[in-house]
Structure formats: structure tokens, C-alpha cells
């Protein structure tokens, strides 16, 4: 039998060449059948046969080559790219299982098993529009298909939910770029959070007309005990909060035995000219910060944020005092956005500001600079 031969070599096949070719031809097909079985067999064996079970149907495909050009069918290599592709799916090799199962619909558009497999493996990879193309291709070929047809439902669903997602990081991303607008309009200096234990992630928010509302912490460093302003416009002064906290109404401080923290005595000040400075990146990161996953960003995002002349890297400034803490006192009567534009306040992600009493034993030593925030 003469197995070496070129069939369109040589003008047309004698009788004697055709029942040579037939006969390869049966080989062939005897041999990928053996191994399609046998794959099938080693499949219900369980998962540590699952590669077995691969190599089988790869061995299988091999028979069948070459492998007719599209569009003309081949049901029969369909059905073990099919195979093939549903062992993928079991050991969790997405994107193989999607070829394969693609090029099994391409092979044989009747196979409705392929389009499930092909929805399964693009589910998994995240891509839901191919997911739901497979899914309604199927029900064509077989519009009983509950199984195609329970799985259209699950990816519109999680389609719906994509876009609603999408969505709100959309607008999460939109209020984060107005505030880092607002507060590069303002020429504010942003820093790396401080305090953070004591206040949690608080963040400014903007209003419908372009106020920046600021949580504000007041720390008393005499105890180092604290209070907290939720929400402090950046249009008020000092003077209103200030007012209410120690108003003669209100109930001492806990731990001022002496009662020396009264509206007559208080002070504020803020610690100036040390810190980093943040990047616009860095202040969008900030804000967006519990708001959603990272991941769930643009990958372009950050980038777009940093202009010409910011490189999207923070930079250090300290106080030109050497080794000493520069301290600011805050005058009440001005407005917080006037506060915070001082040349060296470098805001700690939220205004911090420090509270003394004149009353106190303490103000002394503060004022001596002989105190630092620890």
C-alpha cells in the first residue's frame, strides 16, 4: 500500500491509489474515534485524568487534519473541539476553551453544546457581549434550549449590573475631578492624611454652588483629646463654630477640671511648612478611596490628571527654621478657604487645626515651642 503519495501529483488516481487513500482515510478515522473515546473515558475519571482527557482529543484533531476551510462543516471535528473545550473549562483554562469552542461552532454551526461551552468560557473572562452573541446563536439552532436560555438571563444581568457599575464610578470619578479642580483653583497644597485613626476616610465635598465643605479636626494637645466638625464650609469663619462649642451652655470638656477652655480663652493654630505636597493623581486616589475598588478606575485616569506641570509625583516641604515647629495662630474672623490658602498650610488630606487656652498652664509651654505633634 503506497501510504507516501502525492494525490495531485501525476494526473488522475488509478483505481489501486483510491482504495489506498480510502483505506488512510480509514485509519485515520478508526484511530481519532479511539481517541476521542478514550478521552471521554478518562474525563469521568475525575480530575487528575483531566489532561489525559486534553491530550486525547488533541490526538484526535491530529487525525482529522487537514481540517476542511470554512464554511464547508465537519460535525465530526466539531464535536471533539467541543470536547476539548469542555475539559478546558474544568481545569479553568478560559481562553483555550473559548477557541476551541468557536472554532467547533465555525466546524459544525448546528453544534448547540459549543455555544453553551463558548458562553461559559467568555463569562469567565469577562466578556459578557460575546457571552450573550454565543448564548442567542444557540437558541437559534435550538430556541427549546432552557439551559442557553437560563444562561442569556444570567449574563444580561450581569450586563446590567456592569453597566450600572460603570456608572457610578463614572460619577464617582466626576466629583472627584470637580474637587481637585476646586481645590487647584483655590490653590490649596493637599497632604498626606494625619489623624486618620481618629477621624476614619473623611473627604471635602462640593456643592451645587461651588463650596468646598471641608471635615475639620480639632485637637486639643494639652490631652491630645479631639472633637470633630463634620461639615465646615469653607466660606465660614472660625467665629459661628467656635460660638457653639464653647458657648456658656454648653458642658465643659471632660477632662478640663479647670474649666480653662472658654470662648474668651481658646486659641487655634496650625502646623506650617512641613509636609508632602500630593500630585493631582494622588489627590484623586484620596478621594475616590472607599468609594469603589481600585481596579474598577480607567487605567488611563491617573495619567490625565497630571498636567504639564504636575508629573504626578508628591514633593516634601519642611520649615526653614531649623528643627523647629512653625506654628501659625488662626485669626477667627477669617473664612476657612482664607486659612487654608496660607502660603506654607499644607492641609493633612483634612484641615487639623490645634486648640489652646490662654487659661491653661499649657499655653506657656506651647507657645515656647517647647510641644510638636507627635
Request: charged letters at 25%; aromatic letters at 6%.
Amino acid at each position: 500500500m503506497a501510504l507516501l503519495m502525492d494525490p495531485g501529483a501525476g494526473g488522475p488516481l488509478t483505481e489501486s491509489e483510491k482504495a489506498d487513500l480510502d483505506a488512510i482515510a480509514a485509519i485515520k478515522e478508526s484511530a481519532a474515534a479511539e481517541y476521542k473515546e478514550k478521552g471521554n473515558r478518562l474525563v469521568k475519571m475525575g480530575r487528575s485524568h483531566y489532561a489525559d482527557a486534553v491530550d486525547c482529543y488533541t490526538k484526535a484533531i491530529a487525525q482529522m487534519e487537514p481540517l476542511p476551510p470554512p464554511p464547508v462543516p465537519s460535525p465530526d471535528a466539531s464535536v471533539l473541539f467541543a470536547n476539548r473545550a469542555h475539559v478546558n473549562l474544568l481545569l479553568g483554562n478560559h481562553r483555550r476553551a473559548l477557541d476551541d469552542a468557536a472554532r467547533a461552532v465555525q466546524l459544525s454551526p448546528s453544534n448547540v453544546k459549543a455555544y453553551y461551552r463558548a458562553a461559559k468560557a467568555a463569562i469567565a473572562l469577562g466578556l459578557l457581549p460575546e457571552a450573550a452573541a454565543f448564548c442567542r446563536l444557540g437558541i437559534e439552532q435550538d430556541p427549546a434550549n432552557e439551559e442557553l436560555k437560563k444562561l442569556l438571563a444570567q449574563v444580561d444581568a450581569q450586563q446590567s449590573e456592569q453597566d450600572r457599575h460603570r456608572a457610578k464610578v463614572a460619577q464617582a470619578v466626576s466629583a472627584a475631578k470637580d474637587i481637585v479642580a476646586a481645590i487647584e483653583k483655590r490653590g490649596l497644597k493637599l497632604g498626606k492624611a494625619a489623624y486618620q485613626e481618629l477621624t476614619g476616610v473623611k473627604k471635602p465635598k462640593l456643592d451645587e454652588q461651588g463650596v468646598l465643605h471641608w471635615p475639620v479636626l480639632l485637637l486639643y494637645p494639652e490631652v491630645m483629646s479631639s472633637d470633630f466638625i463634620e461639615d465646615f464650609p469653607e466660606t465660614d469663619t472660625f467665629v459661628p463654630h467656635l460660638d457653639v462649642m464653647f458657648s456658656e451652655s454648653s458642658p465643659p470638656l471632660p477632662w478640663d477640671d479647670k474649666h480653662a477652655y472658654t470662648r474668651d480663652a481658646v486659641e487655634l493654630y496650625y502646623q506650617a511648612g512641613i509636609g508632602t505636597v500630593l500630585s493631582k493623581s494622588e489627590i484623586l486616589k484620596i478621594l475616590l478611596e472607599g468609594t469603589m475598588d481600585s481596579k474598577s478606575l480607567p487605567e488611563s485616569l491617573l495619567d490625565e490628571e497630571d498636567g504639564e506641570n504636575d508629573d504626578g509625583k508628591s514633593s516634601t516641604i519642611t520649615s526653614s527654621d531649623k528643627g523647629s515647629v512653625k506654628w501659625i495662630n488662626v485669626k477667627e474672623g477669617k473664612t476657612l478657604q482664607e486659612v487654608l490658602q496660607h502660603k506654607d498650610f499644607i492641609i493633612p488630606a483634612i484641615p487639623v487645626f490645634f486648640v489652646v487656652s490662654r487659661k491653661s498652664t499649657f499655653y506657656r509651654e506651647f507657645k515656647a515651642g517647647n510641644w510638636s505633634s507627635p
